[in-house]
């Protein structure tokens, strides 16, 4: 199945930076002897170093090696991984590769939905009787029914509507005893959905309400999500292991409760058995004849990085092309099993009403808010279930404007009159006659919301839940993601090229590990010509230290500047870092020193035209 098996980096370094050239395995010991103009060359493989005399100038004997251009194409690394594959060659990397950011919408509104239609769907009837019906889930409250668990107490708050509302101990209670009981108005559904603005059986808050709430106070203060909420990272180790890291990753973390119990396992699958990852890539590697002058040939595999619009990585990937990559095998419409969790503040959150400055009780003014009303749904954890409840009834009514009569024996003044803004909007008054039925205090909308959620979440028939008690959470299997998977397999491709340097350097980027330590190397510059370079501390691998005390080439034994022979500014070499310099044909004779400062000869028989192989011959000072 795989082109190449991803088993060992080296076995990748291996494959990529194989372009045709003498191997190290093979070459590695070519040496020979001189004693003359006229060497004599020894076969690859053979070491036949033969004491000669000693020169007058004081060198001792010859050693020939012949330094090749590896000319030849290089091929491309080709990979095809299954999870298992990829897994192993991407390791603990996996978990900082992103794949994409997944809309966060889509998946809140599907497990709203899925919430809110746990016990059945009779709320949506224009009854008093929501007809919930729970027998099907797993909620079990302090005597082992559904009855007078938290859950179904969310869950009444949710599908809460004009028609079947329950204000049974708020400070609306009053009004609607009034209203039915007078019949003003149509009665107190009717009053409600008017003041609202939304029609009898619709919720107070809406889905799309309660997931903007939730992107912005939930989703966007974990540390694992932040921004705005919108998208939750997909990582690769996530998807390699069927989304069971988000258990993890989305629980509890630097304070915050998190999104889900971490003690339910995640699962998914995202990626079918068929899952395959395709990835073709062109190296970057070359591989180079060089000299460790105390020991022999030896080789380095440097990288020569032409292609923008960064440089100097060992692999060139394009993500964005389907023939170099393509993934196969994404579930084609991916859905997860998880358990969402939502908690709730220790204490009743108290409206602030009935007095104009609560009209500065608002998340824009945060710190005034905490400094005069720190018990404000405002103040406490944006996370905690009070918190979103008003920041979804604001977010649906933060621009309601209502004004109406409610008459009684056709007079105003003998009904009640509600006001809901315009100065500001949202902010309710109820003008009822004489006060009867104890009207609520002037206050914001969503703070009335809230006190009805909350007294409603406590108060489930047959028992009271104390404050602090009723955190809730929902299991919920096969909810829609909200990306199929041949958007996945598209999705996945700007946040792959935009980390390709990343990738490149997981799988490429310790080639430098089976570099020979050489003094100097032969390799072609930036116009194409052969060049001689010296080592210079790019050449060597991360953080090591650069022990040449005098690197360059020179004409004379006493190294010194004025007979240097190299340049590290040398135009056309495309390269400003290292000493070098471009062989004449012919012999040409240069002194050299290694990293411990010993000084040797180096003859060099430069061939006419390209020279693709020339040969030198080394003698160390004796």
Request: glycine share 10%; with cysteine.
């Amino acid at each position: 199945m795989a082109t190449t098996q991803p088993t060992a980096r080296l076995l990748v370094l291996a494959l990529a930076a194989c372009n045709g050239g003498d191997s190290p395995a093979d070459s590695a010991t070519e040496t020979g002897t001189t004693e003359g103009p006229n060497p004599t060359s020894t076969t690859a493989g053979e070491n036949t170093e033969q004491p000669t005399t000693t020169g007058a100038d004081g060198f001792g004997p010859e050693q020939e090696f012949v330094l090749r251009l590896n000319d030849d194409p290089v091929p491309p690394l080709k990979l095809s991984m299954n999870k298992a594959e990829a897994a192993q060659l991407f390791g603990d990397t996996a978990k900082e590769i992103k794949l994409l950011d997944i809309e966060s919408g889509t998946l809140l509104k599907n497990t709203l939905d899925t919430i809110k239609g746990a016990c059945g769907t009779g709320w949506k009837a224009d009854s008093a009787d929501p007809k919930h019906d729970c027998s099907g889930t797993d909620f079990k409250g302090p005597d082992n029914t559904w009855e007078t668990s938290a859950e179904y107490s969310l869950i009444r708050i949710l599908t809460m509507t004009p028609a079947n509302a329950k204000v049974e101990g708020t400070s609306i209670d009053g009004m609607q005893g009034l209203a039915d009981g007078l019949g003003i108005g149509g009665g107190f559904s009717q009053i409600l959905a008017e003041t609202l603005g939304i029609q009898r059986t619709e919720e107070f808050i809406t889905t799309p309400e309660l997931v903007v709430a939730l992107q912005r106070n939930l989703l966007a203060t974990h540390p694992h999500i932040g921004g705005d909420g919108t998208s939750l990272p997909l990582y690769l180790d996530d998807a390699l292991q069927d989304l069971t890291t988000l258990a993890a990753k989305l629980g509890p973390m630097g304070g915050h409760p998190g999104i889900v119990d971490p003690s339910f396992p995640i699962t998914s699958e995202c990626l079918t058995p068929e899952f395959a990852m395709n990835i073709e890539a062109a190296s970057n590697l070359r591989l180079l004849d060089g000299i460790d002058l105390s020991k022999g040939k030896d080789y380095m595999s440097t990288v020569v990085d032409v292609t923008g619009p960064t440089y100097g990585e060992p692999l060139e990937f394009d993500f964005n092309d389907p023939a170099k990559f393509s993934i196969v095998g994404v579930a084609d419409e991916p859905r997860v099993d998880l358990r969402f969790a939502i908690s709730e503040h220790d204490d009743f959150i108290n409206s602030c009403a009935g007095d104009d400055a609560c009209k500065q009780n608002l998340p824009e003014n945060v710190d005034l808010v905490k400094a005069t009303w720190p018990g404000s749904a405002w103040a406490i954890e944006p996370w905690l279930l009070e918190s979103v409840i008003v920041a979804g009834g604001r977010e649906k009514y933060k621009n309601r404007i209502f004004d109406k009569c409610y008459e009684v024996l056709f007079s105003c003044n003998l009904g009640a009159h509600i006001y809901v803004g315009p100065d500001p909007p949202g902010w309710a008054l109820f003008d009822v006659f004489l006060n009867l039925g104890n009207p609520p205090k002037d206050q914001y909308v969503w703070e009335l919301i809230n006190e009805v959620a909350q007294i409603a979440l406590h108060t489930p028939p047959s028992i009271d839940i104390p404050e602090g008690e009723a955190d809730v959470a929902f299991t919920l299997r096969d909810i829609d993601i909200g990306i199929t998977g041949p958007q996945i397999a598209e999705s996945v491709r700007p946040y792959l090229q935009e980390q390709a340097p990343k990738i490149a350097d997981l799988l490429l980027g310790d080639y430098w590990k089976n570099n020979g330590p050489v003094d100097f190397y032969y390799r072609r510059g930036g116009d194409g010509l052969p060049y001689l370079f010296y080592v210079a501390s790019d050449d060597l691998p991360p953080n090591a230290d650069y022990k040449h005390p005098n690197p360059g080439f020179f004409t004379c034994p006493e190294v010194q500047p004025s007979c240097k022979a190299s340049a590290t500014d040398l135009a056309g070499a495309g390269d400003a870092i290292r000493e070098k310099l471009r062989l004449d044909p012919g012999e040409t004779v240069l002194y050299v020193q290694d990293d411990t400062g010993t000084l040797y000869r180096t003859r060099f028989l430069v061939p006419e035209g390209d020279a693709k192989e020339i040969t030198v011959r080394v003698a160390a000072f004796e």
